[in-house]
């Protein structure tokens, strides 16, 4: 059995990005996670750290009792959180740009690493359980515009259904390329009207296979 996380470690991982786990500690914090299979760094520049699967455990296990709380983050700490559509006013420069890249990336990562033969053209298990984040991600990622007090862009919504998020887009051609896009990553997509407005939308659920 494996020795738990210092108490430094375990501030590491409480403070990881809570949408794709990408860490942010010193590189001996971040080297020691590595080497006990809690974090990987990934290949590609900017070879960022995130929590591989046992991390993500730690991370959502409770406290050894008597344990302090970890300190909470500052709200200017620049989490990452993929847009959903609506939020106000954005910033969408080379800085966002990265951002997106690296969450993406490391997304894909998580797949390989949790998914059956490591297939990362599929969605994964931490997908599943963050609807509305891991669609929007995927939109932004591939360069779609959320929608803004401007109006246009698309908005992800969760829905009753299971497993299911409802996409939203006024311009019918953004719709249909935000529908490929789902589609092409791993998502099952069916265009559908709103009964009472005769709205198109279209409802995106991940592919098990």
Known sequence: MTRPPTAAQRRVIDTADP?????????????????RGLAFRHPRPPHDHFLTPAGHRIREAPEPAGAPPPPSAPADAGVFAARTGGEGPSDAGPARGREVHSAWQGLLELRRMTNPGGDTDRPCGWERTHLV??????????GHRPA?????????RATPQPEAVAVREPDPEALRACAATLEKAGWQVGEHSEPRTGARYVLASPRRV
């Open 19 to 35: 949408v794709t786990g990408r860490l942010k500690g010193t590189p001996a914090q971040l080297a020691a996670l590595v080497q």
């Open 133 to 142: 984040q891991a669609a929007a991600l995927a939109l932004e990622a591939a």
């Open 148 to 156: 803004g007090p401007e109006g246009g862009g698309y908005r992800v």
